[in-house]
């Protein structure tokens, strides 16, 4: 490699990093984010000199050195984001490839225009009018009609990491082609070949690139997550098949129990009596924690909860009208209540004082609507991502289902979900109106 294509490739590393930016808007900053910052750009252009000096010993005719170099800075690039940002590697190879799509259009696009123009130009000029005002007109222009338009929300940043492969597959290609027709040896003498018909070409497979991985990797994470969550809505169907089996047993035991008491008049020592009476008492004590509010699978999953709370040592209350959820097929009430349930019991269960292990529910009508409240104590600070709470597992891959499938729940009834965290509570809203379905 030689000293100009050395300049030429500091020119290209600022480009490359100024595209990248626009698709880290909206991304968790780590703690002392100029601290990282620095340190990132240091290590960046350490690796980059490096580099250069280790391919410096490789004669500058080899195409295939440069091209290396290349993906070389790609790669410093991404390790400069990860030290900036609190993301995964997903996150970080969109925005790679985005913005190295983005810089290649730019740069294929300048091609066409002074090769067409024949416009020549030097100096002060031809860094203005050939470097730098083609990089910020494509970049704005990305920037305006994708990046700003949807910075900041979660699911948009999520992307199938396959379809975002293959962004970078064609990308490689088109950048890989474009060199080659570059190097004097393959391209021969035709200008026409080298800065029209390929640029153009890199052009459009950079702009599919662009568009694999920022939609088709959304749609196509969406789609799998929908499937994933029918399937679990499906599991949940089993489970309250299942549960009405044990809920009936339960009632089985609670009829027999009425034998037991029939018996009491028959033992004549006061004692025992008492220890009988005793017992019969205890065990009747779980019938406390069947509900009947109207709606069969609203009082399967509150009584199985309840059962739950009661080995947790866990107050539940409801307060709820059943029959007001007939709108809502049996297996989606079940999930619903039982996804929110699961969430204010994994919560409460953290708290130390028992005057705050407490969950309450609420089904009721408002403003001509169906109402539902679940609230409980949350000591420990939420994380919000396009309104739903960030899961605290370590996998996060193969959690946060649960509070997607209750916003899939209450869309695919027209219904609307809030919920946030105030003063130590967590609070779910979930509203419906079923009368203009």
């Given amino acids: 490699m030689t000293e100009t294509q050395m300049v030429s490739c500091i020119r290209f590393s600022m ?16 703690k002392n984010f100029p601290v990282w910052l620095a340190a990132g750009f240091a290590g960046y252009w350490l690796a980059a000199l490096l580099t250069f000096w280790g391919l410096k010993q490789i004669p500058a005719e080899n195409p295939l050195v440069l091209i290396f170099y290349y993906f070389c800075l790609f790669s410093y690039s991404i390790f400069l984001m990860k030290c900036c940002f609190a993301v995964g590697f997903e996150e970080l190879l969109f925005a790679g490839v985005c913005g190295y799509a983005t810089q290649h259009i730019a740069f294929a696009a300048a091609t066409v225009f002074w090769t067409l123009t024949g416009i020549t130009l030097t100096g002060v000029s031809d860094f203005l009018l050939v470097r730098f005002l ?11 009609s994708i990046a700003k338009k949807n910075a900041g929300r979660g699911e948009l940043r999520r992307r199938d990491i396959r379809m975002v492969w293959l962004a970078f597959s064609i990308l490689s290609i088109a950048i890989i082609i474009s060199s080659l027709v570059d190097y004097k040896g393959i391209r021969g003498n035709s200008l026409l070949l080298q800065n029209v018909f390929c640029k153009i070409y890199a052009i459009l497979c950079s702009f599919f690139a662009i568009f694999i991985a920022f939609y088709l990797s959304r ?24 549960s ?12 027999d129990l009425k034998y037991r008491i029939s018996k009491i008049s028959r033992i004549e020592d006061v004692k025992d009596q008492e220890e009988y009476i ?23 999953v509150l009584t199985e909860k309840s059962l739950l709370c009661s080995g947790y040592d866990i107050k539940m209350s409801a307060m709820a009208d059943g029959g007001i959820l007939n709108f809502i097929a049996a297996a989606d009430v ?9 969430n204010a019991i994994e919560s409460v269960q953290k708290e130390e004082d028992k005057e705050k292990r407490i969950i309450s529910v609420l089904v009721s009508r408002r403003n001509g609507g169906v109402y539902i409240h679940v609230e409980n104590y949350c000591a420990e600070p939420v994380e919000f991502e396009d309104g739903l709470p960030l899961t605290t597992k370590e996998e996060k891959a193969c959690h946060g289902f649960g509070v997607r499938s209750i916003r899939y729940i209450a869309k695919k009834y027209q219904g609307s979900l809030l919920m946030r965290l105030e003063e130590e509570r967590f609070l779910t809203d979930i509203l419906f109106y079923p009368e203009t379905q």
């Fill in 134 to 144: 083609p990089y910020a007109a494509v970049t704005a222009l990305v920037y305006f």
């Fill in 244 to 255: 009405q089996e044990t809920v009936n047993i339960i009632n089985i035991k609670c009829h």
């Fill in 334 to 342: 079940y999930a619903l209540f039982g996804n929110l349930l699961d």
């Fill in 15 to 30: 480009q490359l990093l100024i595209s990248q930016s626009i698709f880290t808007i909206g991304w968790k900053k780590r």
């Fill in 278 to 300: 005793e017992s019969v008492k205890n065990a009747l004590s779980i019938y406390d924690n069947i509900f009947h509010t109207g709606n069969d699978a609203l009082d399967l």
């Fill in 219 to 242: 749609e196509n994470l969406m789609l799998r997550e929908k499937e994933t969550m029918e399937s679990m809505l499906r599991a949940m169907s089993e489970k309250q098949r299942l």
